[in-house]
């Protein structure tokens, strides 16, 4: 399998759309010629229902993977996995896709407040520094950001304005 990057010159095209369960943002990022997949980046701030065990949104993002011919996607949110077939050349662009992304996200929400989690326990360092720019792009828009560790090498982070806005995201139970 050989992964091949789409806009090796650094620009791209996202997708947002909001629904009712959330805001969203997607790019493809690049696909693999002889398995037929495609990739996608994708960003998500999703509205809690009636299962959720937090009262906020969600943030998260993601690589989508979708086969061609099927039309079947699998979500991948493993960084060790997506960096099995991502080339490190590549994962630098990606990550300034993925700030990009997650900033017109948090700019068409208007979102007074949410949560972010690890997928994965006991991340190194270098995975961690993707949450510490995503957390810096937070407070560059208004948001405090409270890192919390409930279980060992799980982390978790709560982002609020610092002044909540008049509209947003409907008020949580």
């Known amino acids: 399998m050989t992964f091949v990057p789409l806009n090796r010159n650094g620009g791209f095209e996202a997708r947002a759309f909001a629904d009712g369960s959330g805001y969203f943002a997607l790019a493809r990022v690049g696909y693999e010629h002889a398995d037929a997949f ?3 980046l994708m960003v998500q701030l ?8 937090e009262d906020w949104p969600e943030y998260s993002f993601l690589i989508v993977e979708r086969h061609r ?7 991948i949110f493993d960084s060790a996995e997506s960096n099995a077939f991502i080339p490190k050349a590549h994962r630098r662009r990606i990550r300034s896709w993925l700030l990009t992304m997650t900033e017109n996200v948090l700019l068409a929400s208007n979102c007074d ?11 190194p360092p270098v995975a961690l520094e993707k949450y510490e720019a ?9 948001y405090n950001v409270t890192q919390t560790e409930p279980v060992t090498g799980k982390y978790h982070w709560f982002v609020g304005r610092r002044r909540p806005s008049a509209k947003g995201i409907p008020a949580m139970r």
């Not at 999703?46 to 065990?53: G, N, Q, S, V």
């Not at 949410?114 to 997928?119: A, L, S």
């Not at 995503?134 to 208004?142: D, P, T």
């Open 38 to 40: 495609d990739y996608d």
């Open 69 to 75: 011919t099927t039309g079947d996607d699998r979500a």
């Open 113 to 123: 407040a949410f949560f972010m989690v690890t997928f994965c326990d006991n991340l």
């Open 134 to 142: 995503l957390c810096q792009l937070s407070r560059r828009h208004g």
């Open 46 to 53: 999703c509205l809690p229902d009636a299962t959720a065990t």
